[in-house]
């Protein structure tokens, strides 16, 4: 894809209130994708997201965070790739996921949703599940404690230790996957 365009989208909830969640772990890594770019975030109003273009590593990269919640993502991510003529071969979203332990990484290309409320918005949006994906392992909740609760959470005191770590081997999988490709970003990352 050396002269087209990859759209790398973190997922999340806009606000400051939801800033520090689990379920922001999406708009964590733009922001890191972002810093290491020395991109500043501008609003486009079209497509109801933050956006930086960029390149990583000599690639043409459009970097996104959607403006809208989370289960509402599916809208301003078509309209970016559809703004930006971007297939969802293109496409890369970061995301929260309850069935990998803390700070395990999963990239894949394809699959469900996982009951997972923003991929579902994706899927209804693009008629597709079929982008690549940079997961992110928040974990199970303790207890009985309701998932969507937990993952509307900050993180524990203890992995706040770890999340800056976390961000940052994130975004390097990212950048990864563009340069290098799926099959050697699943064999350094996916642990």
Avoid: C
């Avoid at 703004?83 to 995301?95: A, C, I, W, Y």
């Amino acid at each position: 894809m050396a002269d087209d365009v990859w759209l790398v989208v973190g997922l999340g909830n806009p606000g400051p209130s939801y800033a520090r969640t689990r379920h922001n772990i999406g708009h964590l890594v733009a922001d890191e994708l972002a810093d290491r770019t020395g991109g500043k975030w501008k609003q486009h109003k079209q497509v109801r997201s933050e956006v930086i273009e960029t390149r990583i590593s000599g690639i043409r990269t459009v970097l996104a965070k959607p403006r809208s919640y989370m289960n509402e993502s599916g809208g301003p991510v078509s309209g970016l790739m559809k703004f930006f003529k971007v297939e969802p071969t293109g496409l890369v979203v970061v995301h929260d996921e309850l069935d990998i332990d803390f700070g395990v990484l999963r990239a894949k290309f394809g699959g469900g949703d996982n009951g997972h409320n923003g991929l579902k918005s994706l899927r209804k949006s693009l008629g597709t599940g079929e982008y690549y994906r940079v997961r992110f392992g928040v974990g199970r909740p303790p207890g009985r404690q309701n998932p969507a609760d937990f993952v509307l959470n900050e993180f524990s005191a203890t992995e706040r230790k770890d999340l800056p770590f976390a961000v940052d081997r994130t975004a390097d999988a990212v950048e990864s996957l563009l340069t290098d490709g799926l099959d050697a970003t699943q064999g350094k990352y996916n642990s």
